[in-house]
């Protein structure tokens, strides 16, 4: 089955950076509609990044984080990121990564991805 592995959280300061990785165990990791999700304390987990199967020609992100937060994807080393910068406070959650096999070329529902990473912390704060 496959796993994904999300690493690269942590501590930054306001306008800071970080970049998250998604580790996956699948050699046809090209397959899947990869996407990033959040989930803060007291808030339900939101939508914050996809991109496309294969190339990884075509995103999205939530508006909350788009011109800020920039989605890619390795095939070759089967990872995707999650590059972030202009950090914010309301940034901090636990970031999951999450991979579909949805027959849509992006989609931002949570129902559509089956495969979830452990979550990687990232609190921003002075």
């Known amino acids: 089955q496959l796993q994904l592995v999300a690493s690269g959280g942590g501590l930054v300061q306001p306008g800071g950076s970080l970049r998250l990785s998604c580790a996956a165990s699948?050699?046809?990791?090209?397959?899947?509609?990869m996407g990033w999700f959040r989930q803060a304390p007291g808030k339900e987990r939101e939508f914050v990044a996809v991109?496309?199967?294969?190339?990884?020609?075509?995103?999205y992100y939530s508006d909350s984080v788009k011109d800020r937060f920039t989605i890619s994807r390795d095939n070759t080393n089967n990872t995707a990121f999650l590059q972030m910068t202009t950090l914010t406070p309301e940034d901090t959650a636990e970031y999951y990564c999450?991979?579909?096999?949805?027959?849509?070329?992006?989609?931002?529902?949570?129902?559509?991805?089956?495969?979830w990473g452990q979550g990687t912390q990232v609190t921003v704060s002075t």
């Open positions: 699948t050699p046809i990791f090209y397959n899947y509609i």
């Open positions: 999450a991979a579909s096999t949805a027959s849509y070329v992006l989609t931002h529902s949570e129902a559509d991805f089956k495969f």
């Open positions: 991109i496309s199967r294969n190339r990884g020609d075509q995103t």
